[in-house]
């Protein structure tokens, strides 16, 4: 016999496969959504049906935008420096560059980072896309931006190796470590990195 009824069973299997989201989180979303006034759980039902179809991918740098939009506003606009392209992994990497209001240049996402692991090759990326657009736009830098993990460095590695001996700068994102964190919390990659990058005062 059910506790609960299969149709609130059925939203907490479905919550339970988001990433990051566990049995008791998704328990915890699903009540909110029973309890509450359905127009919520309806205008969540519909936001999730109409993504699919309202969402699309850049053909130049993959980036997300409104469905039936070929190019990206961040590529298209005058304004940007299509001879410097940040290299993501991810189409939200954008969001948090863009939120530092610091970058001109344009991007590309890659849609993932080399994870054997995982059966991610670099065939799987859009690595191939990358080398075109150096050689279409005229690319004078690539900034490396992928994350200081295993599968970034990989990832970063290979397509400098791809890159070859093109004329292209290739920078990487600086390392180091957080303003407020004590040298005994800090994890070894991170203190490798701060070392690296030291400076001169």
Sequence with gaps: MSIL????????????????????????YAYYLVRNDSTKAQKLASALQDMHAGVGYCKKTYALVPAGQELSDLYTDPRRDKTLVAVVAEPFDIVALEKTASFNGTYHVLGGLVSPIDGV?????????LIQRIDDDGVQEIILATNASVEGESTALYIQKQIGDRPVQVTRLARGLPIGVDLEYADQITLTRALEGRQTL
Excluded: M
């Design 5 to 28: 009824p299969p149709a609130l069973t059925d939203v907490i299997e479905a919550l339970g496969t988001l990433p990051g989201v566990g049995p008791r989180t998704a328990e915890r």
């Design 121 to 129: 090759g670099p065939e799987s990326l859009r690595i191939a896309e």
